[in-house]
């Protein structure tokens, strides 16, 4: 029957890979889900607004807007509630699972061209199953803002399918065919681009496929000149651009300053991370799993297992190449995963390990699995097979089914994560947050004294001092600890998003142990060690944060304040339409206009923001002169 309906399969696959992430839609927007979706929340459904919205996060590089233009359409059609959001982004899962049962009979053709089609058909549909159902896939699909992730992979299967498919068509077409099949194949590589930077692997999984074809194969995917343009247009000219990129851009994009590690390090650290993520594909056990992975142990230089290590991981594409004729599917899996990973896991300056970088890299040892375990099972029991391969997806199910259970609510979440990973700053710091909201002061502060203990440089242990303060009046905070850490990653996010929280709170009224005068003093030391590190925009920032908590007590310095700021760095985004509302609020009309004079000349009349200071404008009109 599924040999006669791919159709029908897909279906049979989209039923199948729903029901074990049930558990997980009930749960809460978590972490950096409120980040992305914050600017967007004003949206209506005008196509200015819309337009705002899209191009209203700085999420990457490019700003991420098809991924951003999802979350807008969810925000105008269901609000903003946790629900809708993961029910697309299960939709969304499903149809990429869809996508990748008909991109593995693609790619199953030209791995195994002696294959018969039945078995084609089942390995594709084995293979898809596997990689939908993987509960390595619960934190993306259950994590809303890696919406992007997923986007961007069901964009590039769907360049990669348009690919193989012009590529293996043995039918002569003229000009018109090939130009229609790039077309296709560009515009989806661009949308995946577009909705997060990992579109551009495109080509290099081409490449990679390309590889690990046996001889014959490899004869039909480079065998007219059609197919020979496909590939220099398609493949080696994005790749040299991208190159070309890369040198040009190394400076800025090698910025490890706020990283705790290298770029020796990391280069030492990642072949340990991707040994980590082939042993949760092939033993997916819950407790090593985790969304919070910053417990990954750092290499250093001096470790002469590490090199070891890096040497034979950067021998391993080449060893998988040579061996492709005889093992065609292993050189596959291995170049399929390895090319996947190639922005997220070598030399660019991100964090070292997250679950959702093997999204799409998942599918390359899945079809790999499923084509070798059903030939195993059909050589030795034939009887056995449907038995095996329903074993092994009951398996996965009841896997992803447990862990999606964990992501039912924050509490669990965060409890869950903090008990797998004690190590993981980022776990601890949830579950103190989370147990703190539960009057469970106790053991909030124990995980935090555990955590600076354990990291006594890391800023977040200590910084969560300042929460516990607000709560209790007799908390003592490391005042020290606090700058001795902020010092090592001054102008970082962290660091300033964190200042920024606990000046909002005091500012309130809402923190009883610490009092505006008392924070302002530390502002003023961590201004002073900004400036200390020519750190210009930290200094500023410390600035504004100063001025920020005399709005409503002292005006007068508050104007001065924000003044200074502003002349630390008159370009700085955003700094002059953080005066002009402070001067709207103090009803000074001729101040604020002058102030949105200078904020508007240095904004493009494109730009979203552009919109927000017309806004403003009309409001300093309507003040009375």
Not at 174 to 191: N, P
Not at 452 to 474: I, Q, R, Y
Request: aromatic share 10%; charged share 15%.
């Amino acid at each position: 029957m599924i040999a006669r309906s791919p159709l029908l399969a897909a279906l049979i696959l989209t039923i199948l890979c729903a029901a074990p992430f049930a558990p997980g839609l009930t749960g809460p927007f978590l972490l950096d889900d409120w980040g992305n979706l914050e600017p967007l929340l004003n949206v209506n459904p005008s196509l200015e607004s819309i337009y705002a919205a899209v191009f209203n996060n700085a999420s990457g590089v490019l700003l991420r807007p098809v991924s951003n233009l999802s979350f807008a359409m969810n925000l105008l059609l269901a609000g903003p509630y946790p629900l809708p959001f993961k029910l697309t982004n299960l939709a969304i899962h499903l149809i990429t699972g869809g996508l990748a049962f008909f991109v593995s009979q693609s790619l199953l053709r030209i791995l195994a061209p002696a294959a018969s089609e039945r078995r084609v058909l089942l390995s594709a549909l084995f293979a898809a199953i596997i990689w939908a159902v993987h509960p390595l896939q619960v934190s993306t699909v259950l994590y809303v803002v890696q919406r992007m992730t997923m986007l961007s992979a069901l964009f590039m299967l769907i360049a990669i399918l348009v690919a193989t498919r012009f590529l293996t068509d043995t039918t002569k077409h003229g000009a018109r065919h090939w130009l229609k099949s790039f077309v296709l194949y560009a515009a989806a590589t661009f949308l995946a681009v577009l909705s997060k930077e990992n579109g551009a692997l495109v080509p290099l999984i081409l490449l990679a496929i390309f590889l690990a074809a046996p001889p014959e194969a490899r004869a039909t995917l480079f065998g007219t000149r059609e197919k020979k343009l496909f590939w220099l247009g398609g493949v080696v000219a994005p790749m040299m651009v991208a190159v070309v990129c890369l040198l040009i851009g190394w400076n800025s994009l090698m910025g490890f300053s706020g990283r705790s590690f290298t770029l020796v390090e990391r280069l030492l650290t990642e072949p340990f991370v991707l040994m980590g993520y082939v042993r949760t594909i092939l033993i997916p056990a819950p407790s090593v799993m985790g969304l919070f992975l910053d417990d990954t142990p750092i290499r250093s230089a001096a470790d002469p297992l590490a090199w070891a290590t890096l040497v034979a991981f950067l021998a391993i594409p080449v060893i998988a190449v040579r061996l492709h004729k005889r093992f065609p599917m292993f050189a596959f899996a291995i170049l399929w995963f390895l090319a996947c990973h190639a922005m997220e896991s070598t030399v660019l300056p991100l964090e070292l390990a997250f679950e959702h970088r093997n999204y799409l890299a998942l599918l390359g040892p899945a079809i790999a699995t499923a084509y070798g375990l059903l030939g195993l099972f059909e050589h030795y029991s034939p009887r056995l097979t449907g038995a095996a391969v329903l074993a092994t997806v009951a398996a996965l199910g009841f896997t992803t089914f447990h862990r999606a259970s964990q992501w039912s609510s924050e509490e669990t979440f965060a409890l869950t994560e903090a008990r797998n990973h004690p190590d993981s700053i980022r776990a601890q710091n949830l579950a103190g947050i989370v147990e703190r909201r539960r009057g469970n002061m106790t053991s909030a502060i124990a995980r935090m004294d555990a955590m600076k203990k354990a990291h006594p440089n890391e800023f977040f242990p200590f910084a969560m001092d300042m929460d516990f303060a607000c709560d209790s009046t007799g908390h003592e905070v490391d005042w020290a600890g606090i700058h001795r850490t902020a010092a090592r990653d001054i102008g970082g996010s962290e660091v300033l998003g964190y200042f920024n929280h606990i000046s909002i709170v005091v500012a309130n009224g809402s923190c009883q142990g610490i009092s505006w005068r008392q924070l302002d003093a530390h502002l003023v030391r961590l201004a002073d060690e900004a400036k200390r590190q020519r750190s210009t925009w930290a200094q500023q920032y410390f600035t504004v944060l100063r001025a920020s908590l005399r709005e409503n007590i002292d005006p007068p310095a508050a104007s001065e304040l924000f003044y200074q700021a502003a002349d630390l760095d008159p370009k700085a985004k955003d700094i002059w339409t953080r005066i002009a509302m402070f001067e709207i609020a103090q009803n000074n009309r001729a101040q604020a206009l002058v102030a949105l004079n200078t904020a508007e000349s240095q904004t493009p009349t494109w730009s979203p923001s552009a919109k927000r200071l017309a806004q403003l404008r009309a409001t300093a009109e309507s003040l009375q002169r």
